[in-house]
């Protein structure tokens, strides 16, 4: 299915700062910001790849920073403030 499609299904891009101990220092974090179209509010692929993560991957999650965006709603219109003529 092409990203538009999704998106006017109810995907939202979503973007996470995931925190995570680094396996060779695991009292240092380290930073992994993930990005992609998902559904909020369950985000069922966020949720996928946090699966995918803690059984695959040696670096223990701390947290997850999670926000959403829609990025195709309807048009803004607002009021200019003034009005310039070119002759």
Same mark, same amino acid.
């Given at each position: 299915?092409?990203? !538009?499609?999704r998106q006017l299904e109810g995907y939202r891009l979503t973007t996470a700062e995931i925190l995570y %101990? =680094? #396996?060779? %220092? #695991? $009292?240092?974090?380290?930073?992994?910001v993930w990005q992609a /179209?998902? /559904?909020a #509010? &369950?985000?069922p692929v966020l949720i996928k790849f946090l699966d995918f993560w803690? &059984?695959?991957?040696d670096g $223990? !999650? %701390?947290s997850v920073k999670v926000c959403s965006a829609g990025i195709?709603? #309807? @048009? +803004? !219109? &607002? =009021?200019?403030? @003034? +009005?310039f003529r070119v002759h």
């Open positions: 299915m092409s990203d !538009l499609a %101990h =680094m #396996p060779d %220092h #695991p $009292k240092l974090l380290q930073s992994y /179209l998902d /559904l #509010p &369950r985000f803690t &059984r695959n991957l $223990k !999650l %701390h195709v709603k #309807p @048009a +803004e !219109l &607002r =009021m200019v403030g @003034a +009005e």
